[in-house]
């Protein structure tokens, strides 16, 4: 499926926006493999595309921003697309947390514990905080630990940008943290990528 073919008007890809490749992977993801309940961190263009392609297995997305007027801005693509019943941008400040691996700033956990309370996830999409500076290498660390008691037994979990040492650092950790392994992606979008439970392969 081409990304074209969801019938989303133009929309802005920015300099720190997945892939085109990596989102139409997700999009794939989705759609062969019924992850009906997804959780984005860090919002931009993928949500919109995340969320059309939710909303075609009758699924939620919930993307998670630390920047209010970024947040509005994708609120409002969202609601321009018709899929605001579907995707939902909440916005978490950027703030200490006991996961982190250095000190550095994550979102809001209460945010993001009762955005995700009752459910299971079926799709982890971690695209932000920003990590594009040393000191905020490892910045991502903290989404698996929050997450993984919210984790469906059949789920995948993405994780961006894994030509940076500091994401390549965190999927050695993560791996070491619990039973997933991810495949690293680097020349199809630039993502790495790990499932648990039956799945369709649908990476291109």
Not at 60 to 81: F, G, H, Q, R, Y
Not at 88 to 114: H, K, M, N, P
Request: proline share 4%; glycine share 6%; charged share 20%.
């Amino acid at each position: 499926m081409e990304l074209a073919k969801l019938g989303l008007k133009f929309l802005p890809w920015t300099v720190s926006a997945m892939r085109p490749s990596a989102v139409f992977s997700l999009v794939n993801e989705i759609i062969i493999n019924k992850r009906k309940t997804v959780l984005e961190f860090g919002s931009g263009i993928s949500t919109l595309y995340l969320s059309k392609a939710a909303e075609m297995i009758g699924g939620t997305v919930i993307s998670i921003e630390d920047n209010p007027v970024w947040a509005s801005l994708v609120s409002d693509m969202l609601k321009a697309e018709g899929l605001s019943s579907v995707g939902q941008v909440l916005v978490a400040t950027l703030q200490e947390c006991s996961y982190s691996l250095d000190s550095s700033v994550w979102y809001d956990t209460d945010i993001v514990s009762r955005a995700v309370a009752g459910s299971k996830i079926d799709l982890v999409v971690v695209d932000g905080p920003r990590a594009h500076t040393r000191d905020l290498a490892h910045a991502r660390y903290p989404a698996l630990p929050v997450v993984y008691p919210h984790l469906s037994p059949r789920c995948a979990v993405v994780l961006d940008d894994i030509s940076r040492s500091g994401e390549r650092h965190i999927i050695k950790r993560w791996e070491a943290d619990s039973e997933l392994k991810f495949d690293q992606l680097a020349a199809r979008g630039g993502y790495a990528i790990a499932r648990r439970g039956d799945y369709f392969m649908s990476s291109i």
